[in-house]
Nanobody, 117 residues
């Protein structure tokens, strides 16, 4: 089945930036899927952060709009999340998935993002 490997997380001060990457494997039709970034903070449910469709159109949660940018490279089967002006409330484990995998609960290991001074 499809696999997602997230990377790029870390500890950053408020106002800082990080770029997350997601490598997708075992996905023949990668370019046709809407891809998304999700996050789960301690004690909270996993939530959608951003998504990008096959034609490149994007959607963002209100909490990250104008700060985060999602992009994809279909040739490399990669999805990225550029995160700027990070806030402590952005602290979470970040996951990527296509819509089908997200519905099935198929997740990678995620990457930890901690925003703290």
């Amino acid at each position: 089945q499809v696999q997602f490997v997230e990377s790029g997380g870390g500890l950053v001060q408020p106002g800082g930036s990080l770029r997350l990457s997601c490598a997708v494997s075992r996905s023949i039709f990668f370019s046709t899927y809407t891809m998304g970034w999700y996050r789960q903070a301690p004690g909270k449910q996993r939530e959608s952060v951003a998504s990008i469709s096959s034609d490149g159109s994007t959607n963002y949660a209100d909490s990250v709009k104008d700060r985060f940018t999602i992009s994809r490279d279909n040739a490399k089967k990669m999805v990225y999340l550029q995160m700027n002006s990070l806030k402590p409330e952005d602290t979470a484990v970040y996951y990527c998935a296509n819509q089908l995998a997200a519905a099935k609960g198929t997740w990678g290991q995620g990457t930890q993002v901690t925003v703290s001074s």
